[in-house]
């Protein structure tokens, strides 16, 4: 998706999108969804709590090895029926060279929650 980049916002607009650091906690395949996806439960600490999101992402990542991994995502947009499942939040990431999607996360482990600034 890499391309023409957007155009330029007011530093306001960009507060506006609520970006935060959570913790998956429980990840399994999503067969039911039209693409390839992993269904992912997050916690994003006490203020938020868990929420659900399905995410894209099966061609680097094996659903048990995502477990405690730490994950950046947007938390205010609202809720997207994807078959039988309610997502509530947009996991973050970049396509590599081919394409595929690489998790965008914090480089050492920071508290659940913690908004990007």
Do not use: C
Request: charged share 25%.
């Amino acid at each position: 998706m890499s391309g023409t980049p957007a155009a330029t916002i007011g530093f306001d607009d960009f507060l506006q999108v609520d970006i935060r650091v959570g913790r998956i906690t429980r990840a399994e395949p999503f067969p039911e969804a039209r693409k390839p996806a992993l269904r992912l439960w997050i916690d994003f600490g006490p203020e938020i709590g868990e929420r659900k999101s399905s995410a894209r992402i099966t061609e680097h990542y094996d659903p048990a090895a995502l477990v405690g991994r730490q994950v950046m995502a947007v938390v205010n947009f609202p809720p997207r029926q994807i078959g039988p499942m309610r997502s509530e939040v947009l996991v973050l990431g970049v396509s590599d060279a081919e394409g595929r999607v690489v998790l965008i996360a914090p480089d050492r482990d920071v508290p659940e929650g913690q908004r990007m600034h």
